[in-house]
């Protein structure tokens, strides 16, 4: 009942402002704006760099469809995935401080993206509190989800740390409508996965078969199947707190 509500919420108003209405109380006025706001939006193709390391910050990014991440990419040629991004995501709220970019932005897949001018952003901001409370929380929940991040690379073990990422993936596609089954369609390669976990593929897929093995979860093809929440969440230690969620891994 409470996942057809959401996913009646998130149709009605789009994944961004779905999202939004998450973490704040909007007005109709808010929303009105907030939809003017992204009604730029484009198509982009997969694997397309909205914004490289070293350029000038831009408009803040809002995805509307697809998934894309940040990385970045090391003296050696080495890539770091940083972070996933999902429909209703937005990038870089306070970035434009910043004289230039610290990391790239790429779309994974197709993607539909909109711009918010700065400008327009910092107006919607200082005179709607609906809109600033919404955003700074997703902030929040951005920082909370790189924390996680932080502590699977330096203290988890790699299947607790693949588990993890996991849990996290298919809460995130949860709450915003990508699925209501216990499976999910992955548009992530396992050359991305190990690049966003520290590990190198032949090690990445080890794991995977472990974790295959212990009836918890398969990935294939795409498609991550959680056989047993309660085993993966144990497995991972996870706690979903972070991810500031309305829905559960496990009711």
């Known amino acids: 009942m409470k996942w057809r509500l959401l996913m009646g919420i998130w149709q009605m108003d789009g994944p961004f402002i779905g999202k939004l209405r998450r973490f704040a109380t909007l007005t109709r006025e808010e929303m009105s704006l907030l939809r003017e706001a992204t009604a730029n939006a484009r198509k982009v193709t997969a694997r397309h760099d909205l914004i490289r390391e070293g350029d000038r910050p831009r408009p803040v990014f809002v995805m509307l469809e697809g998934w894309a991440c940040r990385y970045k990419i090391l003296p050696s040629g080495t890539r770091q995935v940083l972070a996933f991004l999902m429909p209703g995501d937005s990038c870089d709220l306070h970035i434009g401080l910043l004289a230039e970019m610290d990391h790239s932005i790429q779309t994974i897949t197709p993607a539909v993206v909109a711009t918010i001018e700065r400008a327009d952003m910092d107006q919607l901001m200082d005179g709607h509190r609906g809109v600033a409370k919404a955003m700074y929380t997703v902030q929040l929940v951005d920082e909370g989800t790189m924390r996680a991040r932080i502590t699977s690379m330096g203290r988890r073990t790699s299947i607790e740390r693949v588990a993890h990422l996991m849990c996290e993936l298919y809460l995130r596609a949860r709450n915003i409508g990508l699925t209501?089954?216990?499976?999910?369609?992955?548009?992530?390669?396992?050359?991305?996965?190990?690049?966003?976990?520290?590990?190198?593929?032949?090690?990445?897929?080890?794991?995977?078969?472990?974790?295959?093995?212990?009836?918890?979860?398969?990935?294939?093809?795409?498609?991550?199947?959680?056989?047993?929440?309660?085993?993966?969440?144990?497995?991972?230690?996870?706690?979903?707190?972070?991810?500031?969620?309305?829905?559960?891994?496990?009711?």
Do not use: C, W
Not at 198 to 206: A, F, I, Q, Y
């Open 180 to 251: 209501s089954e216990p499976y999910l369609t992955l548009p992530l390669s396992q050359l991305l996965l190990a690049d966003s976990l520290g590990m190198t593929p032949v090690h990445l897929n080890r794991v995977l078969r472990e974790l295959r093995e212990t009836g918890a979860m398969e990935l294939h093809r795409s498609r991550l199947v959680i056989s047993d929440p309660n085993k993966l969440i144990k497995i991972a230690g996870f706690d979903e707190n972070y991810l500031h969620r309305r829905l559960r891994l496990v009711a």
